[in-house]
C-alpha cells in the first residue's frame, strides 16, 4: 500500500507559481511511478506529469511543457509540481497518482492504483 497527501494549492492570479507537494508513505516499490493528474469541473481526469521514482525519465501533457515541471525528493519521499505561467485554464483539483502496473499507458488516469485527497489549484483572470 501507498498513502499519497498532497499540498500546496490555492488561489493565484494568471501568469503566477504554485508549487505542489505530494508526500510518499507505506511502499514505495523501485518501479514506482507518480504522477500529477488534474480534474475540472465537467471534466475527465488529466494526467498532467509524471516521474519515476527511480531514474530521471519525466512525463508531460502538451498543455503544460515548458510550464511545469514535476520532481522528487527521494529522502523525503516527496514529488513536487512547480508550476510556472499559470492561466485560468489551469484551474482544477489536482491529485498525486502511483502506479506499480504499467499494463496501461501512464498517461492514462484509470492506470492509477493510489490515489491522495487533491488539492485545489485556482487561477483568476
Known amino acids: 500500500q501507498v498513502q499519497l497527501v498532497e499540498s500546496g494549492g490555492g488561489l493565484v492570479q494568471a501568469g503566477g507559481s504554485l508549487r505542489l507537494s505530494c508526500a510518499a508513505s507505506?511502499?514505495?516499490?523501485?518501479?514506482?511511478?507518480i504522477a500529477w493528474v488534474r480534474q475540472a469541473p465537467g471534466k475527465e481526469r488529466e494526467f498532467v506529469a509524471g516521474i519515476k521514482w527511480s531514474g530521471d525519465s519525466t512525463y508531460y501533457h502538451d498543455s503544460v511543457k515548458g510550464r511545469f515541471t514535476i520532481s522528487r525528493d527521494n529522502a523525503q519521499n516527496t514529488v513536487y509540481l512547480q508550476m510556472n505561467s499559470l492561466k485560468p485554464e489551469d484551474t482544477a483539483v489536482y491529485f498525486c497518482a502511483a502506479r506499480t502496473s504499467y499494463s496501461s499507458p501512464i498517461y492514462s488516469p484509470r492506470g492509477y492504483a493510489y490515489w491522495g485527497q487533491g488539492t485545489q489549484v485556482t487561477v483568476s483572470s
Open positions: 507505506g511502499r514505495t516499490f523501485s518501479n514506482l511511478f
